[in-house]
């Protein structure tokens, strides 16, 4: 995995998961698509914004006429940072970075009072209302601010939900971070968080830890959920296979090194659950408590065997 | 549908995950059953252009049924023999009528009779948002994707090999190569860190601005003919030059390849910029509305999220001079 930020970390939680019908969609669907995008499309642009900050260029969103902005929370990674905001029209301004929910990945800027009102999108409110399949559309700056292009939009589905996470096939790439995911309502549903290698592995911050914290976020504080019991840690980056995962890096002192993994190992199966990608082996694991122990199926040149690893906490850095 | 129950054994909470099956994503089956009848009439005007069946680099346009041919031009430039790939899986050997640097297209003509061709739209109408589409992975499938930003001009950055230079003492022969960028035109070729230029077409370099001399003149496409000096082995190979902003931008991967990019992605006067899933063998082809107009000529892979096309409008009437013309010379 390459992040674009740090990695999400999911509260283990029950995502209903609808039995879709298939069915093939005529043009005339995707035309309604278009329309309903069109029509919300110019205000949503009026309310994303290009961010310069610590050297790099992200994206966020406007969500009130105050000027609250939502962003990634590895876009401003502290409170109090001065963050350089290009508006829509190439006007600049400076805004202060509120409070951070590093685990999930949100954050808030607070822009400088209007002198009427900033342009603002709306939220969606009903995260548990998202359907897998839904029609979405994202709008960032990949690659930064570029006056003649704009913001840049991406039209696609919701590939997958979980409690603070969205995944969806509008392709996104450095510059994204902290941009926008919408409804065809036209109403926000994600901030872009950070991409795997795949097209359509694009994830989003949902809209549930940034409703769950909002007024600490305003606050300016940093939320802190590690002591819910989730996001352990094993230590290990890994690539997909036919066969299953292939370790690629064990990282010094961490779980997976203690317990004798090694570069080029296969990891079959967590707890007898086999894995095809390493989304979900990273998701299965963050999923899991700090010091939970875990058996791992393991193949090596000289054979299976099982692998028991005591996770633990990240470390800091 | 695929789904993950993953329950863990402790007391703790179940965690489920559900994606959401290929066939139903925008690119899946389901989604382009709506395009159907488009892909068929879209494959029959196309063309694929390459040296050999299984090397086959880039799209083309049909635009006569007596075989004139639109494609990229970047990519023809080191391109021996020029062969067309027609979808009926013939091959015909082409001709080079015109090369046209500002436009980065070029006409090619294959000696055939009754070919079917593309019947282009307007493209002034389309605003961001609406859906296009283009044939990908050499016609056999449809791609489909939004006009995603505004339609402007693309300026050109100039074009480099992706190499970055150490400091060198006065009097060394060759300059060492401190970093080439990741699968940039310089690693493409197989040159790595530590190897020392020698010459490049033939001139000796001993400094890095001699290299930028003979480097600055040349355009994304072209090809450098370096020889260089490593320890254990000296070599020589080909650098097709790149245009900058996409080498500076993509210094470290951060593209993440998927597939790869164009070597030319600047310099353009006026394009459509879109997010269909297309690869750089893709460009030179059409670029459709979803009720099948030809809208534009797909131009540059630019990175993950980019292509640019040129509007039909831009070439259309110029490139018709070039087959005039080339008719009347015939004559």
Known sequence: MTGLCRQPILFACLVAVAQLRAKESTLDDLLTVQRQVQSVLDQARKAVVALECGGGTASGVIVSPQG????????????????????????????????????????????????????????????????????????????????????????????????????????????????????LAGELIGINSQIWRGREQNLHVSMAPFLRSWETMKKGEIVSIWNQGNGAWIGISTQGSDDGLVVQAVAPDSPAMKAGLKDGDTIVSLNNQKLAEPIEFTEAILARAAGEIVTLKVRTAKGERMVEVRLAKRPKD | MMAWFLGTQTAGPIFAQGFLDDEQRTNGAETLGALATLHSKAAAGSACIGPERDKKLLSGAILSPDGYILTKATETLSMKPLR???????????????????????????????????????????????????????GAKMRLGVMSANRRAIANSGAVMGIRFARSDKGDVGVQIEEVATDGPAEQAGLRADDVLVELNSQKVNDPSAVKRIIGPLHPGDIVKVKYKRVGKDGDCDVKLASKNRVMLNWGGEDFGNHGTSSRTDNYSEIIQHDLPLKPSDMGGVLYDVQGHAVAINIARVDRVTNYALPVELFLPEVLKWIQEDREKKK
């Open chain 1, 68 to 183: 609250l902005v939502l962003t990634a929370a590895h876009v401003t990674s502290f409170p109090g940072k001065k963050v350089k905001v290009t508006l829509p029209g190439g006007k600049t301004v400076e805004a202060e970075s509120l409070g951070l929910d590093t685990a999930t990945d949100a954050a808030m800027l607070q822009l400088p009072a209007p002198a009427k009102a900033w342009p603002f999108i709306t939220i969606n409110r009903e995260v548990r209302g998202l359907k897998l399949g839904d029609w979405c559309f994202a709008l960032g700056h990949p690659g930064g601010w570029d006056a003649a292009r704009g913001s840049v939009l991406r039209v696609g589905k919701l590939v997958k939900i979980s409690a603070n996470m969205l995944q969806s096939d509008c392709v996104l790439m450095g510059g994204d971070s902290g941009g926008s995911l919408f409804n």
């Open chain 2, 84 to 138: 067309v790939w027609l979808s009926d899986g013939s091959m015909a050997d082409a001709r080079l009528v015109k090369r046209n640097e500002k436009l980065d297209l070029a006409l090619l003509k294959i000696e055939r009779t009754g070919l079917a061709c593309v019947s282009w739209g307007e493209s002034l109408s389309l605003r961001p948002a609406q859906w296009l589409c283009a044939l990908g992975d050499q």
